[in-house]
């Protein structure tokens, strides 16, 4: 039997273990990177710590299989984590150099992310103040557990106020793109973030 709860920091090693299990474009990542907590530092563990992320997980019975975490603000969580999250990182992975650059491990990329961290497009903040991510181990997929977490998180967010959100998505991450389509999210241009990921945007509420 599942279960979707909020999440909260007792979740943190589970968030962190699914974030590398499904990080190369939603598979397995642990191959990709020496240190198996980066991916999590950046992309999940904030939303646990800072007071402008939340979110959910999903539990059956082998633990938590999945999460959902976002913000209703993304303009203020991404200054919560300049104020609050980034400086402790920065004292434990250098800022790699980058005139060498093309010879970048994959965690000296990830390390150059926290030292110089990536804002939202504004194009998609000035439609929808919030985003969201959603991760599912492999033995979660197909069985209802993604939508009942975007839902979960749908309805928080619209309790706070939130009249749309985005994601952003790996381009050759597939099954995640129908998914998110299959869930009302409709691709959004955003030329000059590049070809590395697609933008979705979904209204929720107005």
Not at 180 to 185: D, L, T, Y
């Amino acid at each position: 039997m599942e279960r979707i709860r909020a999440a909260g920091p007792g979740d943190l090693a589970a968030v962190t273990a699914i974030t590398l299990a499904t990080g190369d474009a939603g598979r397995d990542a642990a191959a990709l990177y020496r240190d198996p907590d980066l991916l999590g530092q950046i992309y999940s563990r904030p939303y646990l710590h800072l007071a402008s992320g939340f979110g959910f997980v999903v539990e059956d019975g082998d633990g938590v299989a999945g999460f959902v975490l976002g913000t209703s603000d993304t303009r203020a969580f991404e200054a919560d984590l300049e104020r609050q999250w980034w400086p402790a990182l920065r004292r434990r992975y250098p800022d790699p150099d980058a005139d060498f650059r093309e010879g970048w491990t994959a965690d000296q990329r990830l390390a150059a992310l926290i030292h110089h961290p990536e804002t939202a497009p504004d194009q998609l903040v000035r439609q929808a103040p919030a985003h969201l991510h959603l991760n599912l181990l492999p033995r979660a997929r197909g069985r209802g557990m993604g939508r009942g977490l975007l839902e979960a998180w749908i309805a928080a967010a619209r309790n706070s106020g939130v009249t749309a959100a985005f994601v952003g998505v790996a381009r050759d991450n597939v099954r995640g793109l129908g998914f998110w389509q299959a869930c009302g999210f409709r691709r959004q241009p955003v030329p000059e973030y590049g070809g590395g990921a697609v933008w979705l945007l979904r209204r929720i509420a107005g």
